[in-house]
């Protein structure tokens, strides 16, 4: 396991479950559920890979997972449309499977074929969704479902979350039809299908459904076969069609269509499928000249054109060779999928989710919510889902590591970034205090830091934090990108409100404490005006903040999916302006960039704040000669003689200090 780069070897028989580490759970309420893994690390400050765009070298994470994080699960048995067109239990999806997804926003939005990225298991409470044509979801309180009114959960744990309502229309294409059983009924009728379309068809056929044929003749005899059934039921029909795919159709797009020089036979298709629920027409042709038969010339029925067709005709025959092209259909609300019921079944059980390319999937014909992936954790050999929300790694050694690594002859003195994978301010640390140690160990080693943090936890070390920056250059953050209340309720869902995030901003500069405020993101049509930008502005400048960066919105793959669903919803009316600026890119033109720059920096003269490039804001100076006399001037080191030149690198996928200014929805 990777943990062995992580852990020191144990001395005693306490270590349980993992290399070198103690369990522990609690009983206090706040950590209901959770198992704290107590390692002894080898090691704490690490070196952020060459490759990395964020502004520094070092880091320090105490600790691994968070209790705050959300999973939105459903009922492993919750069949997942395929981007094949067939289905599969979610508890039986794996990494690399295709599905399919949807992309786009509001009325815009449409399916796409997409990858899965990964799975995994929980176990939480569970709530039951009936609709309005039989579908029934079990999932979690958290887990979303998208409706004509926008993303809403399913019983959501905070008050200002969407939730899903008796009325709402779900997005989709409704409940996925049973597959068939292979009764003697459905035999019979795929042999039929089969034999009969084969006689009448303009050309022989090879495929897997002759392979079936063979194996379903040892029960059923050819004579029974080829008769036709004075009363057939639905079995019969259902392989009758499956059986008729095999010999004379074919998927044409959403369509499927047959065509045979029988006209008899073709009735008994537009029979079998007005029987299963399924609408056909059978377009006019032309006889074929020079050919006899039972019709006189080349007939063809074929299935409606839509999604919902194409994928009950598939699910309800068992037509396996079938391909569906849904690639670019546009994605519609139905009556059919009015939520008629939402009941908490009291009940913990155990759950599923997958993350795809496009954060989302269909699950059971509605197009469902999926969770970012948690790497961090799998990095560690834990899984992303359950494990990161209730297996928190602690470096109980911290304090320990980073005094001595910090006297190590070898390190220059570099500036310590803290809080850029998970919050050093987590719950986790009110019980575990390892921060107090580490702060003090950077202290007494005039060793610069920063820290970037959206906890107010970080104000029960303000003394030590206050008496660090006496002696080394402390650099703290908060993130503020508006004071909208709506905006932040909608947009920012479960972070802590940018008034509270001022108030520690102010109680942190009353203390002398230099504190940054990134300025972030700032929502194109949103939060750009001059009205917003000004009291924004006002407000941090009020709240003793030293600098202001402005950080327009940038959106990389995933987050851009997920914003265009946002402003589709909540504000369709800006669609226009945000194709205009962001086109294919992640990032609005120069121009605007540069404008938004210059209404912030005019914005901060008029109130007496320091404007900073982002540059700036995320790089504390390098020691210099002059710096407290415990920092000491060293050689760089070489490839081999630093102290962590061989160590692992953390994972840097959600390293980024304002990755987290993404998560918009």
């Known amino acids: 396991m990777r943990w062995s780069h992580l852990s020191a070897p144990a001395d005693d028989d306490s270590l349980l479950a993992l290399p070198g580490a103690t369990v522990r759970t609690f009983e206090t ?45 459903l009922a492993g ?104 059983k292979e009764s003697p009924d459905y035999r019979a009728g795929f042999l039929c299908g089969l034999i009969r379309g084969d006689a009448a068809g303009r050309a022989a056929r090879e495929g897997d459904a002759w392979v079936r044929a063979d194996a379903y003749l040892e029960d059923v005899t050819l004579h029974e076969a080829l008769r036709w059934p004075e009363l057939p039921a639905g079995e019969w029909y259902r392989g009758f069609l499956a059986g008729a795919f095999g010999a004379v159709g074919r998927a044409d797009r959403l369509a499927v269509t047959f065509e045979s020089d029988d006209r008899i036979y073709l009735r008994w298709i537009t029979e079998a499928l007005t029987h299963l629920g399924l609408t056909s027409r059978s377009p006019v042709r032309a006889g074929r000249p020079g050919r006899a038969g039972p019709g006189c010339g080349t007939g063809r029925v074929e299935t409606g054109r ?166 080394t250059e402390v650099g703290l953050a ?30 942190l500069t009353d203390a002398g404490l230099r504190v940054g405020v990134l300025m972030a993101p700032i929502l194109p049509g949103l939060t750009d005006t001059d009205e917003a930008i000004e009291e924004t502005v006002a407000a941090i400048a009020a709240a003793g903040a030293t600098s202001v960066t402005p950080l327009p919105l940038h959106l990389r793959p995933g987050a851009r999916e997920w914003y265009a669903a946002w402003i589709g919803r909540e504000h369709p009316e800006l669609r226009p302006r945000y194709r205009e600026l962001f086109g294919d890119g992640s990032y609005p ?24 490039t982002s540059a700036e804001a995320r790089r504390l100076p390098e020691p210099t000669a002059s710096a407290h006399p415990h920092a000491r001037r060293l050689p760089e080191p070489t490839a081999t003689a630093h102290p962590h030149a061989r160590r692992l690198p953390e994972p840097t996928d959600t390293a980024h200090p304002h990755a987290d200014q993404l998560t918009l929805l």
């Open 589 to 612: 033109p120069r121009v605007y960039q540069d404008e938004i720059s210059a209404r912030v920096r005019m914005a901060s003269r008029r109130h007496g704040l320091h404007h900073s």
């Open 77 to 180: 048995e919750t069949p997942i449309l395929m981007a094949d067109g067939s289905t599969r239990p979610l508890a039986e999806i794996r990494p690399g499977d295709a599905v399919m997804g949807t992309m786009g926003a509001g009325p815009h939005r449409r399916y796409v074929p997409t990858t899965v990225r990964d799975h995994w298991s929980t176990s939480k409470p569970a709530f039951r969704v009936t609709l309005a044509d039989g579908t029934r979801l079990v999932g979690s309180g958290d887990h979303r479902l998208l409706t004509d009114r926008g993303w809403r959960h399913l019983s959501p744990s905070q008050p200002h979350e969407p939730a899903l309502a008796v009325g709402d229309l779900l997005v989709g294409v409704g409940h996925f039809a049973e597959p068939p």
């Open 306 to 471: 839509d999604v919902w067709s194409a994928l009950r005709f598939r699910h309800i025959t068992g037509a396996l060779d079938a391909p569906l092209d849904a690639s670019g259909v546009g994605v519609r609300a139905d009556r059919r999928l009015a939520v008629t019921d939402i009941e908490d079944l009291g009940l913990t059980l155990p759950l599923f989710d997958i993350s795809t390319g496009t954060g989302d999937f269909i699950a059971d014909g509605v197009v469902s919510h999926n969770c970012f992936a948690r790497n961090t954790h799998r990095y560690l050999d834990l899984d992303p889902g359950h494990d990161f929300d209730s297996r928190i790694v602690v470096k109980v050694n911290a304090g320990e590591l980073i005094r001595r690594e910090l006297a190590d002859r070898r390190w220059t003195g570099a500036p310590i970034a803290m809080g850029t994978n998970v919050d050093v301010y987590q719950r986790a640390e009110g019980r575990y205090r390892l921060m107090p140690e580490i702060l003090t160990a950077l202290r007494d080693h005039a060793n610069p830091f920063s820290i970037l943090t959206k906890g107010t936890l970080i104000l029960r070390d303000l003394d030590l934090l206050r008496r660090a920056a006496a002696v």
């Open 478 to 507: 908060f993130s503020v990108g508006f004071l909208d209340e709506d905006v932040w309720r909608s947009a920012e869902p479960g972070t802590p409100s940018p008034r509270r995030r001022l108030d520690a901003v102010r109680r």
């Open 29 to 73: 309420p706040g950590f209901a559920g959770m198992t704290f893994y107590e390692i002894r690390a080898k090691s704490l400050i690490n070196r952020v890979p060459g490759t990395s765009r964020v502004p520094f070298q070092w880091t320090v994470n105490p600790y691994r997972g968070c209790s705050h994080a959300c999973t939105y699960c």
